[in-house]
């Protein structure tokens, strides 16, 4: 449905809002931050495009798992 295109990227925004407050900001967290953003355009085109429900789910976990990646990588610091 059309809702997980909202769900993970509240998740996102709370994160750079809790790095952002935290302010020790590191290259680790940029690059997790971008690739999520990046595979959000991937996903926002297979849907737009061809559907395919297969590739439009693995780049949905894709980019989950880096969201959760950096949630980890946040609770550790």
Not at 1 to 14: A, D, G, R, S, W
């Amino acid at each position: 449905t059309l809702k997980n295109q909202f769900e993970l990227p509240i998740l996102f925004y709370f994160l750079i809002a809790f790095i952002y407050g935290r302010g020790t900001i590191n290259q680790l967290d940029i690059v997790f931050a971008w690739i999520f953003v990046f595979s959000r355009y991937i996903h926002a085109y297979v849907r737009l495009s061809s559907n395919y429900v297969r590739n439009r789910a693995k780049i949905f976990i894709f980019g989950f798992l880096f969201l959760l990646v950096g949630w980890v990588n946040f609770l550790i610091n």
